[in-house]
Nanobody
Framework: VQLQASGGGVAQAGGSLRLTCAAS????????MAWYRQAPGISRALVAR???????YYDDSVRGRFTISFDNAKKSVTLQMNSLKPGDTAVYLC??????????????WGQGTQVTVSS
């Protein structure tokens, strides 16, 4: 199972960016997907999560500005980030809990993608 993340980059404060992460491999189903972020000197933190039922969770720091969505057919998650702030600058990492073809539930991580917000 692999998670391929795309998007990110550089934006000015108040701007928008979109991150996408797609799961591939021997997958029976995806239970939930999430985005974490990690800034230098700061522990990795959950940004937003969505499950296959469409239930969502947002960290207080991003609620109202970020929107997470899940496409079950594509086994992908998108994080639309609006009203960006310099404090959103971090490496963003995709995470997925997957039921594999071997009937195991396992959590996978994608590679990080850099988001930089300039003031």
């Amino acid at each position: 199972v692999q998670l391929q993340a795309s998007g990110g980059g550089v934006a000015q404060a108040g701007g928008s960016l979109r991150l996408t992460c797609a799961a591939s491999g021997m997958i029976l189903s995806v239970n939930d997907m999430a985005w974490y972020r990690q800034a230098p000197g700061i522990s990795r933190a959950l940004v937003a999560r969505v499950n296959k039922a469409g239930d969502t969770y947002y960290d207080d720091s991003v609620r109202g500005r970020f929107t997470i969505s899940f496409d079950n057919a594509k086994k992908s998650v998108t994080l639309q980030m609006n009203s960006l702030k310099p404090g959103d600058t971090a490496v963003y990492l995709c995470n997925a809990e997957v039921l594999t073809a071997m009937q195991f539930v396992h959590t996978y991580w994608g590679q990080g993608t850099q988001v930089t917000v300039s003031s």
